[in-house]
């Protein structure tokens, strides 16, 4: 697609519920970032996909977080039994390949707006 | 992945003055990117600084890198309303294929 693209862009849930964020990332890029950002805060990154490699799931915060990618397109995050802590945007980037020595640009998406209630 | 932190945290200017936001770092890199954020929103990307370079334009944008001071700046000539909006530094290096963004500087350009 154009760009990265995530829906739903608003979430209202009830604390306790399960929710599904998805993003479709750009065509053809191989790496796919999810990051959170609450209120006045700034950016905590979650989880990282790069091909068929083994995520890098170093900063999900606890269990209830969890994040799939098929293939190298779309990857949904997961959030069980939400907390209202959880209440943040999540925000998808995907770069051609990971940045490192690279300096690939990641490119985001708009955000999925989660408020817990 | 490292983080840059940015300063100063918060800074308001009128229409027309330059802003200029530092980002410190603390171990060596190859690269450093800032990116721009209006509003919440997704990030936007505007310019890259390779770790052999010092000074790199993009219209009203200058950036300045010192690998010795591991410290970077960003200066926006000319600021106009258009420009508020909070501005992240993103250093890499080879070692990681992730970026990690501070707090960022929120820039307040008023008319």
């Known amino acids: 697609g154009a760009g990265v693209s995530q829906s739903p862009s608003n979430k209202v849930t009830e604390k306790g519920k399960d929710v599904e964020l998805r993003c479709d990332p750009i065509?053809?890029?191989?790496?796919l970032y999810w990051y959170r950002q609450r209120l006045g805060q700034g950016l905590e990154f979650l989880i990282y996909?790069?091909?068929?490699?083994?995520?890098?799931k170093s900063g999900l915060p606890s269990d209830r977080f969890s994040a799939e990618r098929t293939g190298e397109s779309v990857s949904t995050l997961t959030i069980q039994r939400t907390q209202q802590e959880d209440s943040a945007v999540y925000l998808c980037?995907?770069?051609?390949?990971?940045?490192?020595?690279?300096?690939?640009?990641?490119?985001f998406g708009e955000g999925s707006w989660l408020t817990v209630v | 992945s490292q983080q840059g932190e940015e300063d100063p945290q918060a800074l308001s200017i009128q229409e027309g003055e330059n802003a200029t936001m530092n980002c410190s770092y603390k171990?060596?890199?190859?690269?450093l990117q800032w990116y721009r954020q209006n509003s919440g929103r997704g990030l936007v990307h505007l310019i890259l600084?390779?770790?052999?370079?010092r000074e790199k334009h993009s219209g009203r944008l200058r950036v300045t890198l010192d690998t010795s001071k591991k410290s970077s700046s960003l200066l926006i000539t000319a600021s106009r309303a258009a420009d508020t909006a909070s501005y992240f530094c993103?250093?890499?290096?080879?070692?990681?294929?992730?970026?990690?963004f501070g707090k960022g500087t929120m820039l307040l350009v008023s008319p």
């Open positions: 980037a995907s770069s051609l390949t990971g940045t490192g020595s690279t300096g690939n640009t990641i490119y």
């Open positions: 065509s053809g890029h191989t790496a």
């Open positions: 996909f790069q091909g068929n490699s083994a995520p890098d």
């Open positions: 171990t060596s890199i190859n690269n």
């Open positions: 600084i390779r770790s052999n370079e």
């Open positions: 993103a250093p890499s290096n080879s070692g990681y294929s992730t970026l990690t």
